[in-house]
């Protein structure tokens, strides 16, 4: 026997770990036991099968792969197919649990109960089920509790039935191809090689799951409010009265002071963060030697890895306050404590890094000549900088700050923390105003009914705020892009 | 050398002009300037976190002691029912024991003026610790317990001289008789400043004095970990993949695309996925730590991917090469040479990318990781809090005390980033292979 | 690029040229007079005991095998080795009867005195009227719009361009061909009226033409400038030069008329050099 070098062993060890914990905390206990043991068990019936395979042929020949293919090949089969069983089932099972129970009420499936209605319903079946009684229930929802009971241990059992049942056949089949000539190697590393392509996947998935998300419920939501009051309406007042009978029940969804105050906020953020930024990469590239750059790059870098919680935090206990003394108390101004500034200016300093590091990129990118050429004409260096360097840098320059741009937008804890709720049509900096994200959180904290228009406006809000983050991105990394290719 | 002479016209600079002297004592200047402009602007931007951190450790650290009374609580035959001990007055008894600290001027048990200088849930800890020890040790009825709870929040501040005597009283938290009845406390030598262990071993609690990030911290590593149980697995086989199987076509660069894209799309975006897709499509528990972990998952994977592309990158080609050319696959080469090579790359890059999910608030607010939870979750389905969304939600309580411990909190936060952070920069310098 | 290049010396300081400390007597005729001028980048030395006369209105060519420290030496003539960092100089470089080394000499002055032209072409990314009209504003030379216009027009002439880029002065530099953006760049020297024109291997990126066309401009440009010209070529140093120094391993192994230099040289290793034995 071949000594298995103790680096494979850890990093498979470690492979297995992974797979069982994510298979326990997705599936549950039992489930993951039963895949374990079959998977363990199909290894194993690999290995006989091929080891009595080479007993039984003649003399000196061998198998076309290593034994240890051959055992992981049918473990493989064995694991994967009903891992993935398993998966579609945990998923799909609530949903349709849920369709049935809609299915065997009355008063929900005669369609009498509007959506909100059937969710509450569904919920306090839910609650009952598990034990959670607070008030004498009705008794059809008892009956309904006791219902979705059963079916979810119906379901239970099923699934481990099910699960054991694809195991098992995939066990038989995959094993039932091993012979000496089977290329139980490549039978690996094509199984691997589908993986790490489905792994890939996720990243798309990810996307269409936002694109998706965004738009459908985007698209809910403009069925009740037209598009065009939600893009050129000025009055934003989302807030739905509980009762009909209230003012302002219908709320109002204009979103141009909500896009106004994110532009503001921003404005006042990107301002800030070249006149500290640009000055900064300026230094960097032209007067810092290489131990100062060494020392202060990764101290800027250190302003955008705070969590933007703590610069929320920062923002209300410090900025905000100081922001009010000078401007309300020295100056006299009217100043609100939550002041647009205020939310600027921190959120200025958390994008300082991505001004000073890509602008020192691109100033350090133009080339050597350039400044030589420029000092040669007895140019000093302020002059080469600001007159040659600066202008030749100044596509990367700006779109990095589109990238910083792009990035304050979609801020959002700075601005939940530090800017208002109420929005605002204004461009005094004093004033209060509020945001995109403020209002996404706004709307969205707490317990969400999808069926209202108050929560679905949060996704229209999200859908914009998605489409302009990507545009811009896409613009910027194009620009930069084409930069890096001018001087190569 | 000033009486140049002028050559096809072009006129020659008269350096000894006086004129042109001011102007190169100008361009000079110009030069100065800007350097020194850039020196303000470091500074500033240094001065800032600075500022940020001085005000945050000067606010935060004071949540780290607390202010304890010690009660002698006598276990009175009276309050004990002879037939099953379980059955006694424990509240009684609390009462009693709490009585025992008051002067003889007070109004009874319920003094309203010195019930507030206890913690209002110290009542809860006395009850429920008189009742666990005297049940699980009968032998105790008749002697005297030496319990220490909490102080309420104002009085913990004027301990650490926050609250200030000498304002008048009527704008003071703590009014005269209460101060008054404070200073016996201390002379009977009852009070105690602690280390405040309670921030890290409670749960969450109205009370700003009895409330810790227990829960937050159990909840911010379940969901750390199913953020790493997901991404680093599924990162690590997408950079692989894309890096070495890849076919060059456009499904491939669409991939490459979308990854680049998804790291700048803002985390909160996240969260309305989460929210849509699995609370409310796959009905996933809410305010659960595995799905903020999931969320998290998803805005790591980019960083993760990236980080493990770079370091495949600087795997030289010089060893596939070799090991291709002994006959090895190409999955071999990658899981026995190229991928262990690659590892502290793909750690270090892996500890970046957990550090900044550790301190995401926004998407784990919409998925309702920020309700009042005084339990400990048990597993990645029970509700629960995340270390970010605590310190939002303790921002958001109007009590004053939780000034401090939102301070504090943030700085337990800093202070894990920090660690992580280290630890990736150590992993970097010590792991890292230089071709 | 972290090993970007850092200006070490002191940009700050301000004076006239003709400063009492640097004032140097030197022979008539001679521009530029280099007394046993010693360099380092730091430890490692690439110019010993260097002592050349350069005389005005001639072209005088730099030759030797890469690394001879001809490039070292022509740098040295208008401080542009000052910008890397680690540099250190001794011995004396006398312009016009000053040490540019001594006192407080300003290099900002020195090198607009003294012009140098790259070997790569580096017009500025500006249009090509603002590449020439740089130098002139800089050094607030153009007292008017006018004469702005003028001294861009007559150095595109002087420097052969005029009439290929004159409907096109708002266009960018970057967009000429590369013997026209050599060109431009020798244009741009002129703008700043300098009297010395230092050019490394001003040719050496361009096509048989091209080349053509820059050595006939330095062959024309010699009537009123002093031109010292760094080539890997001899024949180039040949055709365009009056004087040639010869430099090997950071020693100037030969100096003379350059007729002399190639049909005649003193030294073994000239020799050597000249019939392709090594370099």
Redesign the interface.
């Known amino acids: 026997m071949t000594r298995i070098p103790t680096?494979?062993i850890i990093?498979t060890a470690l492979?297995l770990t992974?797979g069982i914990?994510?298979a326990w905390?997705?599936l549950g206990p039992w489930p993951t036991v039963i895949l374990t043991l079959l998977s363990g068990l199909g290894w194993l019936i690999g290995l006989t099968r091929i080891r009595g395979a080479a007993q039984h042929a003649s003399t000196g020949a061998r198998p076309h792969s290593l034994m240890g293919y051959y055992a992981t090949y049918v473990a493989l089969w064995t694991g994967l197919p009903s891992f993935l069983f398993l998966l579609a089932w945990v998923?799909l099972q609530?949903?349709v649990i849920?369709q049935l129970l809609i299915a065997s009420l009355p008063a929900a499936s005669a369609g009498d109960l509007t959506p909100s209605q059937i969710s509450l319903l569904i919920s306090e079946i839910r609650n009952v089920a598990a034990g959670r009684i607070f008030s004498e229930p009705e008794p059809y929802v008892l009956e309904a509790a006791e219902r979705y009971g059963r079916w979810v241990a119906i379901s239970g059992q099923m699934k481990l039935a099910a699960i054991a049942a694809v195991a098992l056949l995939g066990l038989s089949l995959s094993a039932s191809r091993i012979t000496m000539a089977f290329r139980a190697?490549q039978g690996?590393?094509r199984i691997?090689?589908v993986?790490?392509?489905v792994?890939?996947?996720?990243?798309?998935l990810?996307?269409i799951?936002?694109v998706a998300?965004?738009a459908?419920?985007a698209f809910r939501f403009f069925e009740r409010v037209p598009v065009t009051e939600f893009l050129f309406g000025l009055s934003w007042e989302p807030q739905i009265a509980i009762r009909e009978d209230q003012v302002a029940s219908a709320g109002a969804f204009g979103a141009v002071p909500v896009f106004a105050g994110t532009i503001l906020i921003s404005g006042i953020a990107i301002l800030f963060a070249t006149?500290?930024?640009?000055?900064?990469a300026?230094?960097?590239s032209?007067?810092a030697g290489e131990r100062q750059r060494n020392i202060?790059k990764p101290?800027?870098e250190?302003?955008s890895?705070?969590?933007?919680?703590?610069?929320?935090?920062?923002a209300?206990?410090?900025i905000s306050p100081a922001i009010r003394t000078f401007f309300g108390g020295t100056l006299g101004l009217e100043t609100s404590p939550q002041s647009a500034l205020a939310a600027g200016l921190v959120m200025g300093?958390m994008i300082?890094p991505f001004v000073?590091s890509l602008s020192d990129d691109a100033i350090s990118a133009v080339p050597q000549a350039m400044r030589d050429g420029s000092i040669a004409l007895g140019a000093?260096?302020?002059?080469t900088?600001?007159q040659v360097l600066l202008p030749a840098a100044l596509p990367g320059i700006v779109g990095g700050m589109l990238?910083a741009v792009?990035?304050a937008?979609?801020?959002?804890?700075i601005v939940?923390?530090a800017a208002g709720i109420i929005a605002s049509l204004t461009i005094n900096p004093l004033d209060s105003v509020t945001t995109v994200?403020v209002q996404?959180?706004t709307l969205?904290?707490?317990?969400?009914e999808?069926d209202n228009p108050k929560t679905l406006s949060?996704?229209g809000l999200?859908l914009f705020?998605?489409i302009f983050?990507?545009g811009l991105?896409?613009i910027a990394?194009q620009i930069v892009q084409r930069y890096r290719e001018q001087y190569e | 050398?000033?009486s140049?002479e002028?050559?096809?016209?072009?006129?020659?600079?008269d350096?000894?002009d006086p004129a042109?002297?001011r102007?190169?004592?100008r361009?000079?200047?110009?030069?100065?300037?800007?350097?020194w402009?850039?020196?303000?602007?470091?500074t500033?931007?240094?001065g800032?976190?600075l500022?940020?951190l001085v005000?945050?450790f000067s606010?935060g650290y004071s949540a780290f002691t607390q202010t304890v009374v010690t009660i002698d609580a006598p276990v009175a035959a009276e309050f004990i029912d002879a037939d099953d001990i379980t059955e006694s007055n424990w509240n009684r008894m609390a009462r009693a024991a709490i009585a025992t600290l008051f002067p003889d001027d007070a109004a009874g048990v319920r003094d309203p003026d010195y019930r507030e200088v206890l913690s209002r849930g110290g009542y809860n800890v006395i009850r429920n610790t008189l009742r666990d020890r005297v049940i699980a040790n009968p032998e105790l009825v008749g002697e005297t317990l030496r319990i220490t709870v909490q102080t309420a929040d104002p009085f913990d501040q004027l301990a650490k001289g926050l609250v200030r005597r000498d304002t008048p009283e009527d704008r003071r938290r703590v009014n005269n008789r209460q101060i008054a009845f404070y200073d016996m406390l201390v002379e009977e030598g009852r009070i105690e400043r602690r280390l405040n262990f309670w921030l890290l071993t409670n749960t969450d609690n109205r009370f700003p004095e009895m409330a810790g990030l227990a829960g937050a911290l159990r909840g911010s590593a379940f969901a750390l970990?199913?953020c790493f149980?997901?991404s680093?697995?599924?990162g690590i086989?997408?950079a692989?993949?894309?890096e070495e199987?890849?076919p060059k076509n456009w499904a491939t660069d669409?991939?490459e695309v979308?990854?680049?894209?998804?790291a700048?799309?803002?985390?909160?975006?996240?969260?309305?996925?989460g929210?849509?897709?699995f609370l409310?499509?796959?009905?996933l528990p809410?305010s659960a730590p595995?799905v903020g972990g999931m969320v998290l998952a998803?805005m790591t994977?980019?960083t993760i991917?990236i980080a493990t592309r770079a370091a495949l990158k600087a795997v030289p080609p010089s060893i596939r090469e070799g090991a291709l050319g002994i006959g090895a696959?190409?999955?071999q080469v990658m899981?026995?040479h190229v991928l262990?090579l690659a590892m502290p790359g793909i750690l270090t890059g892996t500890i970046i990318g957990l550090?900044?999910a550790?301190?995401?608030?926004?998407p784990l607010?919409?998925i309702?990781m920020?309700t009042f939870i005084t339990d400990v979750p048990e597993?990645?389905f029970s509700k629960s809090t995340a270390l970010?969304t605590q310190?939002?939600i303790w921002?958001d309580s109007p009590e004053r005390g939780f000034?401090s411990r939102?301070?504090a909190a943030?700085m337990v936060?800093?202070g894990f980033?920090l660690f992580m952070?280290a630890a990736a920069i150590f992993l970097r310098a010590r792991l890292e292979r230089r071709w | 690029m972290l090993d970007r290049v850092k200006e070490k010396m002191d940009?700050?300081k301000?004076v006239?040229?003709?400063h009492p400390t640097g004032r140097v007597e030197t022979s008539a005729g001679t521009k530029i007079q280099s007394r046993k001028v010693n360099m380092w980048y730091d430890q490692t030395q690439a110019l010993f005991d260097v002592s050349l006369d350069i005389p005005d209105r001639t072209v005088t060519a730099l030759i030797g095998p890469s690394g001879c420290g001809k490039s070292t030496f022509l740098r040295a003539l208008n401080r542009m080795n000052d910008t890397i960092p680690g540099t250190r100089l001794t011995g004396q470089i006398v312009l016009?009867?000053?040490d540019i080394y001594k006192g407080d000499l300003?290099p900002?002055?020195l090198r607009?005195?003294v012009g140098m032209v790259f070997q790569k072409p580096n017009p500025f990314p500006k249009s090509i009227y603002d590449n020439i009209a740089y130098g002139p504003r800089?050094?607030?030379?153009?007292t008017s719009k006018s004469?702005l216009d003028?001294?861009v027009e007559?150095?595109l002439q002087?420097a052969g361009l005029w009439d290929e880029v004159k409907d096109r002065l708002t266009e960018p530099g970057t967009g000429l061909s590369g013997g026209q953006q050599q060109r431009l760049v020798i244009a741009r020297a002129?703008?700043?009226?300098p009297?010395v024109i230092l050019m490394d291997e001003p040719a050496s990126a361009l096509d048989p033409i091209a080349t053509g066309r820059i050595e006939e401009l330095i062959h024309e440009l010699r009537e009123?400038y002093c031109i010292v010209i760094v080539t890997h070529s001899m024949q180039q140093a040949a055709r365009v030069s009056q004087r040639t120094a010869f430099f090997h391993l950071g020693k100037l192994i030969e100096v003379g008329d350059t007729a002399d230099i190639f049909t005649n040289p003193k030294e073994q290793k000239t020799q050597d050099y000249i019939s392709g034995r090594f370099g």
């Open positions: 680096t494979r990093v492979l992974i914990f994510i905390s997705l998923f609530g949903p849920e190697r690996v590393e691997v090689n993986l790490l392509l792994s890939s996947t996720l990243a798309i990810t996307t799951g936002i998300s965004l459908f419920e006149l500290i930024g640009l000055p900064s300026i230094y960097l032209e007067f202060i101290i800027l250190v302003l890895g705070v969590p933007t919680i703590v610069y929320g935090f920062f209300v206990l410090v300093v300082v000073s000093t260096r302020a002059e900088m600001l990238l792009s990035r937008i979609g801020e959002t804890m939940v923390m994200t996404i959180v969205l904290i707490g317990d969400t999808f949060a996704f999200g705020l998605f983050t990507l991105n896409v990394l | 050398m000033s140049r002028t050559l096809f016209g072009i006129p020659a600079p350096w000894a042109m002297q102007r190169m004592r361009r000079h200047g110009g030069t100065h300037r800007l350097r402009l850039g020196i303000a602007a470091i500033g931007a240094i800032l976190l500022l940020l005000s945050i606010i970990m199913v149980l997901i680093f697995p599924m086989a997408t692989v993949y894309l199987f890849a669409l991939i979308n990854i680049n894209n998804l700048a799309v803002p985390s909160i975006v996240f969260g309305l996925l929210l849509a897709v409310n499509f796959f009905g809410r595995l998803l994977l980019p991917i696959s190409p999955v899981t026995h262990p550090a900044q550790l301190g995401e608030t926004a607010l919409l309702g920020n597993d990645v970010p310190i939002y921002f000034v939102t301070a943030i936060l800093l980033l952070n | 940009d700050r301000k006239q040229m003709d016009d009867g000053v300003d900002v002055q607009a005195q800089i050094h607030g030379l153009a004469v003028g001294i007559t150095s002087k002129i703008a700043v009226s009297e009123n």
